[in-house]
């Protein structure tokens, strides 16, 4: 995305596309052309330029569809219906504001979220963070390599069992992040997002009643029973989920590496005003895809299952499981190849934003674009995070009903985190020219205490029950 740290002789700036998000101030801009394509760039070669603008905040937002994401959407629409459909235009802006802030302080730092944070906060107050990152992602990666598993259970109509195809997967996806190169996985990860469609085309099976979706799309509904505001922290937390935070952040900067912009163990200079309205398309057309197959996911939910009185689902294999004698063989089967290929791309980046997290809060080197024989560290523990979530398979906790679990704890962890992060974008001394704006504070200000709020009703109506 970037080239050089070199600068060029002090001109006053030219305004930025958006005055608001983040504020620039006078001083001298860093030369050197892009690595991804520019924004006129891509308007002029079409559609494989705007492809090829892609990147990391495509990939994010894919990923934040995982079999967790899937589990829960699946749950809540199963359970409350269109109830909840508001909740996927709700949430568009205030992940985009969060994944933006996340991309913007890795592009002007040069070096990763963990090692950044420590730039301004205590050593202890991010490992404290961290480890709330670590545990939400231990359930994660457990619950998806389960789900993958039990997905491809079901394409084989009960010929294999689940737990037989947690190993394999596991394996399948350690063989890509150790063997294949930086540029193979990304272009893995850009093909598996394909796999979301399928519960676009889901939809299409179920004929859903347009006036009430189009009511429940628009108007917010909202109880205060605990079901309901657990539902409510789960899909904050599967959506706007603390992993991605740190996975924006370093994929940046491995880009940024790859270009020769930036060390990832010192950082750069500071960046140009071009790479961040890449960037800002990036993250706002991932996240735009992200909530368009949230939204689908939850009405296909609702109207196959809400409306045919299947309020038990619990799992997104259930919910697929659920689709066939509902919505036919077909959407069964589709259903299905997309939790799998959503799993394929989620446990990679949720292994991959935990051991960039460690390395980064140890001051360790190494990234997927380093050699396992230069970087031994990082990959054992890239190969660990992914053993922790095998194991999770074969003990007693179910690996599949903590697909949920693991919504509601990202959805706990994600409010204290995320004010870390609000608070590093609005350090001048960090962030130079280009700290937060208004826009960009009001935004991660509102998912910050619309999150806290919502983790706290949670445990308030808990305790009320007991």
Known sequence: MLLSASMRPASPPEPIEDPILSVVKPGPQPAGDGVRTTLAAAKRSGFAGFVQLLGPGLITGASDDDPSGIGTYSQVGSQFGYGLLWLALFTFPLMSAAQELCARIALQTGVGLGATLQRKFPRWLVGVAILGLLAANTFNVGADLGAVAAGGALLSRGTLRALWLVVPVALLIIAMQVFASYATIFKIFKWLTLALFAYVVTAFFAHPPLLEVLKATLIPHVELSKDFVMALVAVLGTTISPYLFFWQASSEVD?????????????????KRAELRVARADVLIGMAFSNLVMYFIILTS?????????TGVQTADQAAAALAPLAGPFAFIV?????IGAGLLAIPILTGSATYAIKEFLGLRGSLASKPQQRPTFYVILILATAVGVLMNFVHLDPIRALFISAVINGVVAPPLLLLIVLLGADVAV????????????????TTVFMAVAAITMFVTMFAGH
């Open 302 to 310: 609702a109207a196959v299952l809400h409306a045919h009185g299947k």
């Open 431 to 446: 962030m130079k020219r280009y700290v937060s704006g208004r826009l960009s504070l009001a935004l991660t200000g509102i």
């Open 335 to 339: 259903f299905s190849v997309g939790l």
């Open 255 to 271: 880009e940024l590496a790859a270009a020769g912009a930036t060390d990832p163990h010192r950082g750069r200079r500071g960046l």
